[in-house]
């Protein structure tokens, strides 16, 4: 092993079918055995100096290669038993998989993390593959959030790995060795989010509403409905001939920076690696010999654990300069916690909720650079929030371009697992920042839900300029449910239904115009750019409520939207413009409407 771990990487090329394991590429080849290689190396340097295992609290699993097949299927598959249908349960998971090779099929539940601690997603490889239907459902994923898979490699037994999803479940720096497919048989999903990953052949999205697709490598995509978009994707489908069919392929991605992820090397070092920003990219961020990134120590930051913080205990820390590690759980916060020094990364494990239970912001960060806010969900508690995340305290002319916010898997919930309230769940005040992947939900399902239960106003407004979101998804808020007033915004794929439970249309009236538009650009805003949205309503509750215009924004030679559809679902009420006062209306003799561009 040692001549390997001394061997420049891009050097090496190996035969994996010597091993047993699949074909891949020679560099994703090379990776992989020189990581093994120098995992190796330093750990016969560090045999004699003992490594404590963290303690991140009992609801982190940890997997070892050493481990039984049967010990590891056996944990995998309580777990799911517990999250299969567990859909507002208080239980929360996270499953780490140290490097090496997994004979195992995971079935992937509600509130469960896999997260490969490997430095590349080959390091990890799940030889069975990855399974999510919605068989608990009767087929209809549409309801199958809160779950994600980071940082490893899948063979799926069959061939195909299955990720029938709706949203907040993304899959991130993964390696699909096969095809994927993106629905259960035929039944309804709404989904989804999948970047910086490597799919080796064919992604089937079946019935799937919509779908982002970022800086990603794929084989090719088949099948479409409403609204799919591609951007920085090698190999992704043609777009000249939308909407038939309504592929959106932005080649390049203009800025980003990926999520920070848990790993650990070879002496059993755990560290949080943060990858630097990247402009106008294409394709995954993994496949050079040095990602350009900060390695992050775990001593820099404080495990918290749901059980025992508190917002006081949170907020030490961080004054301390310590970045906080959510290991799986709620936190019941009666106060903010405060996030105020620059390149502060907030990680969640499990999708760490955060739950206000005086009336209070779960979170804000300060005006400052590089924080970094990833896998965090924000619940509503009974008591009103004005707003759950605040960005900025105030609009301010202060530049982050050079080390930009950023947002990685945030998502928001007011309803749903109980009354919750929230005037609020987002504001961005701070200029610059990235947004990767928010969904924020005025709940339309499950406990404390009503038209007035679980009030709100605007599910997210946005005050800073340059700011950009890859998959932004806001549904069911009673005002504007993306209300835009900073200039230079960019949003690549909009996903948003308006609310479900109106009464009546009186109830639901702006002035004296039908309806909120679901995304608003303010009047006085004049440089501002959509791509790829879709807009759709279901009133069910009154099947003769209207919305006048699916979006509203001012008109000028520096505001530009592409790729716009409006959906009345099955018939069920009316969205009568798509942008302004342009487009068919959608409603029970035109199901869709679509424009190209203004």
């Known amino acids: 092993m040692s001549y390997f771990a001394s ?37 016969t340097e560090a045999q004699n100096k003992p490594i404590q295992t963290p303690d991140f609290g009992e609801h982190v699993i940890i997997m070892d290669p050493t481990m039984p097949a049967a010990e590891v299927q056996n944990k995998l598959d309580a777990i799911f038993k517990l999250q299969e249908s567990n859909q507002f349960g208080p239980e929360r998971y996270a499953v780490l998989f140290k490097p090496g090779v997994y004979h195992n099929k995971v079935r992937l539940g509600f509130y469960t993390q896999l997260l490969g601690l490997g430095q590349f997603p080959d390091d990890v490889m799940l030889q069975g593959g990855i399974q999510v239907e919605a068989s608990w459902h009767d087929g209809d994923a549409t309801q199958n959030f809160w779950r994600s898979v980071e940082n490893l490699s899948v063979t799926p037994d069959n061939g195909t790995m299955q990720w029938a999803v709706s949203q907040a479940s993304p899959l991130r720096r993964i390696h699909v060795r096969g095809n994927m497919l993106l629905d259960d048989n035929g039944g309804w999903s709404s989904g989804g989010f999948i970047a910086d990953s490597l799919v080796d052949q064919q992604i089937n999205s ?16 088949t099948n479409e409905n409403w609204n799919m978009v591609f951007v920085g994707v090698k190999n992704a489908p043609e777009s000249k001939n939308w909407p038939t069919p309504p592929y959106t392929v932005v080649e390049q991605t203009p800025l980003v920076s990926e999520k920070p992820f848990l790993t650990i090397d070879g002496s059993g070092q755990y560290s949080v690696f943060v990858p630097a920003l990247r402009k106008n990219t294409q394709g995954v961020s993994w496949q050079e010999t040095h990602v350009p990134g900060a390695k992050l120590p775990l001593d820099k930051f404080y495990i918290a654990k749901a059980a025992t913080d508190s917002a006081a205990t949170l907020n030490a820390a961080l004054d301390a300069g310590k970045h906080l590690l959510l290991t799986p759980g709620i936190y019941k916060l009666d106060a903010p916690v405060q996030v105020k020094n620059p390149d502060t990364v907030v990680l969640g494990l499990g999708i760490a909720t955060l739950l206000p239970t005086a009336g209070n912001v779960a979170l804000t ?14 619940d509503a508690g009974e ?3 004005e707003v759950l995340l605040q960005v900025g305290d105030k609009k301010s002319a202060t530049s982050h371009a050079q080390n930009p916010i950023a947002l990685h898997d945030v998502f928001f919930r007011v309803g749903g697992a109980a009354v919750g309230n929230a005037t609020h769940s987002v504001i961005i005040n701070s200029n610059h920042v990235i947004g990767d992947n928010l969904w924020v939900w005025r709940g ?32 069911h808020f009673h005002d504007y449910q993306t209300l835009w007033n900073g200039e230079y915004g960019e949003v690549y794929f909009y996903q948003s239904e308006a609310p479900y439970d109106v009464p009546d249309q009186q109830s639901w009236m702006n002035g004296s115009t039908n309806g909120y538009a679901s995304y608003k650009v303010a009047d006085h805003v004049q440089h501002h750019k959509a791509i790829g949205m879709g807009v759709y309503c279901f009133f069910d509750t009154n099947t003769s409520v209207k919305l006048h215009s699916a979006i509203e924004a001012p008109s000028g030679p520096d505001i530009h939207f592409d790729h716009i559809t409006s959906v009345s679902l099955g018939g069920t009420g009316e969205i009568t413009h798509v942008l302004n006062e342009q487009g068919e209306r959608a409603y029970d003799k035109n199901y869709v409407s679509r424009m190209i561009s203004q």
């Open 206 to 221: 079946g019935t799937q509403q919509q779908w982002l697709t970022r800086n990603a490598s794929i084989g090719s995509w």
């Open 365 to 378: 960060v300060a005006d400052v650079d590089g924080v970094k806010i990833s896998g965090v969900l924000f």
């Open 444 to 475: 339309d399902h499950g406990n404390g839900i009503g038209w007035a239960t679980n009030k709100t106003k605007h599910g997210i407004i946005v005050n800073g300029d340059n700011v950009t979101m890859y998959g932004l998804f806001v549904e």
């Open 7 to 43: 061997a420049h990487r891009h050097t090496l090329r190996f035969n994996l079918a010597s091993l047993g394991l699949p074909k891949a590429s020679s560099l994703l080849a090379s990776l992989t055995l020189a990581s093994w290689a120098l995992a190796g190396c330093q750990a």
């Open 383 to 385: 008591k009103n929030s």
